[in-house]
């Protein structure tokens, strides 16, 4: 059984960064897709970004390019969410999900299988 476990939340200002990792555990980590999505209060949850099998691939939704990146590391079983100049509507709990069903980056959380229990991102103004 897949288990993925978040770190890295937290309270910051406008225009910090922050650095967000979820760790892979019970598979072989590189025939997993990875993906991190975000649900704010109110809101339905909304993909962020997602990474293939093997890192090959990425995706990222519109409102976070050239702001956030997404790595993984096969050693380590380790997918990271750099985010920089961060926004007061990046507030949100962030999740991390895997998926062996397909090996490009998805967008759709329907074709994920595990999620993590989500970090607290918060950024004041």
């Known amino acids: 059984q897949v288990q993925l476990v978040e770190s890295g939340g937290g309270l910051v200002q406008a225009g910090d960064s922050l650095r967000l990792s979820c760790a892979f555990s019970?598979?072989?980590?590189?025939?997993?897709?990875m993906g991190w999505f975000r649900q704010a209060p109110g809101k339905e949850r909304e993909f962020v970004a997602a990474?293939?099998?093997?890192?090959?691939?990425?995706a990222y939704t519109d409102s976070v390019k050239g702001r956030f990146t997404i790595s993984g590391d096969n050693a380590k079983n380790t997918v990271d969410l750099q985010m920089n100049s961060l926004k007061p509507e990046d507030t949100a709990v962030y999740y991390c999900a895997a998926t062996s069903r397909v090996s490009r980056p998805s967008t759709e959380d329907d074709k994920y299988d595990y999620w993590g229990q989500g970090t607290q991102v918060t950024v004041s103004s």
């Open positions: 990474i293939g099998w093997s890192n090959l691939r990425t």
């Open positions: 019970g598979r072989t980590f590189g025939y997993y897709s």
